[in-house]
């Protein structure tokens, strides 16, 4: 005589039920080709799934996790990031607004493209980039150094290109492009041959500071040096490798006039040009 099963009925709701479903359909309980929550309640009975706490992280934990998806997706590691939120959203800690921040991030990922870059980037692998801007104008690049950097609040690819036409800055960095991401509306990537460099052009610019500046700068990965002169009182030097002009200019303009501009000369005079023009816009008379 064959031995027949117990049953037992569960009163849960439709939406316990499909979270059951799922989590049988994950394991691979499953009747042909549907989810059995038979089979998930039986290997949970046999402890061949264990449960474990899911309410006993502490907020220090979260907060930090939740930082760490901010700093992933600023530095473009898109893919680390969205490991990390799908593993905050199965624990039943978060708060609703947190909750609703994360499930906002994964429903507004970035496009395939974006993806495919950031994988050409973590391989060193240069690659070919076709695309078109917010305002409908196509772009093609041969990129052999790359890298997603945020400046000013947005998130911008800073690569080493082949190609130089339209490009305005000074001759040693005329490489060098700084890509505003979230202008680009469509995007085809595609491996190249070739070598990939190790970093973006680089020149050295000499800066020194004065009054408080000099007291308060804080030294930065790209300072080569950082120093008190020792023939002027209270004159901090530093030297920076710095890749764009346009970026640097708008960084130390904010300091003016405790931050003059030594070396190079192109630099600084790029520095002077914009004082001359904002000299004009102000009806200050200048000596040439």
């Not at 070396?263 to 008379?285: A, F, G």
Request: some cysteine; overall charge negative.
């Amino acid at each position: 005589m064959s031995r027949k099963g117990q049953s037992i009925t569960l009163s849960i709701s439709e939406r316990d039920k499909a979270e059951l479903e799922a989590i049988a359909r994950e394991f691979g309980m499953m009747w042909g080709e549907e989810p059995n929550i038979s089979k998930l309640i039986k290997a949970i009975a046999q402890r061949k799934l264990l449960i474990g706490n899911n309410n006993d992280w502490k907020e220090p934990r979260i907060r930090a996790l939740h930082r760490c998806i901010n700093a992933l997706t600023d530095i473009g590691q898109i893919e680390q990031a969205q490991i990390i939120a799908n593993l905050l959203l199965e624990r039943s800690e978060l708060s609703l607004p947190l909750r609703g921040e994360i499930e906002r991030f994964l429903e507004n990922l970035p496009p395939p493209w974006r993806l495919e870059i950031d994988r050409y980037i973590l391989r060193e692998e240069p690659f070919q980039l076709s695309y078109q801007d917010a305002a409908e104008r196509v772009f093609n690049f041969t990129v052999r150094h790359a890298k997603v950097t945020p400046h000013e609040k947005r998130q911008y690819l800073d690569c080493w290109c082949e190609e130089t036409e339209g490009n305005f800055d000074i001759p040693e960095l005329v490489h060098n492009w700084s890509l505003r991401l979230d202008r680009i509306t469509e995007a085809a990537v595609m491996p190249i041959s070739g070598e990939w460099r190790t970093n973006l052009a680089e020149i050295e610019v000499e800066m020194h500071l004065f009054a408080g500046l000099a007291f308060a700068y804080q030294a930065k990965p790209e300072d080569e040096i950082n120093e008190w002169l020792p023939d002027k009182a209270r004159v901090r030097r530093v030297v920076r490798r710095v890749s764009s002009t346009f970026w640097f200019i708008r960084e130390v303009m904010q300091y003016a006039p405790d931050c003059v501009v030594i070396l190079p000369e192109n630099v600084r005079d790029r520095l002077k040009e914009k004082l001359r023009t904002l000299c004009q816009l102000y009806d200050i008379e200048t000596r040439e």
